[in-house]
């Protein structure tokens, strides 16, 4: 955790567990707000150090006319679990190494961080309080067929592959419960 006197919050929570919802509630209630995944996209995008990087790890042949060849990309590393990691680390040093800049950016007492991946990204060492978002696995796996079209073996097999990676906990830790019958506002609103 870091010394900075904004306090960090981060919302997680396992696929379908409804964080987005949580974040976009925080949000319209005017607190800044960083999605990780968002952010990820646009600095491999935008980064030129990032494209250098990638290019050294992965071949000359992942930046074409200035941009990343994902396809390519993922060819290399969804092959190969330690370029898989190598490929994590790099871009979870520029996120977290973002969000450092950005938090030092804004006047707000609070803010918070939207992950999917708080413990595998290392983000659970930079925020001060975890807002866990949970829903029962029925719940989440409905939500995740109807939001992805997929297949009810494809959404338990990340779900599955979650709960394996999740072994840590962070100190302070507060629940949310999305199961479509308590309100998340209420919640919210007692967290604040």
Known sequence: MTSNSRTLICI???????KSVVARIVASMGYAVYDTDL????IMDESVEMHRKLSECFGH??????????RALADIVFSDDDKLKKLNSIVHSAVIEDITKWRESLSDEIAFVETAILYQ???DRLVDIVWEVTAPSE?????VMKRNSCSRAEVESRISAQRSENKHTHPKVAVI???NLSPLLP????LL
């Open 12 to 18: 997680s929570g396992g696929i379908g567990s409804g």
């Open 177 to 179: 419960v999305n199961d």
């Open 139 to 143: 719940i989440r796996i409905e939500r």
């Open 121 to 123: 990204s290392g983000l």
């Open 187 to 190: 919640q919210i609103l007692s």
């Open 39 to 42: 952010q990820a996209k646009r």
């Open 61 to 70: 042949n992942i930046v074409r006319d200035g941009n990343i060849d994902r």
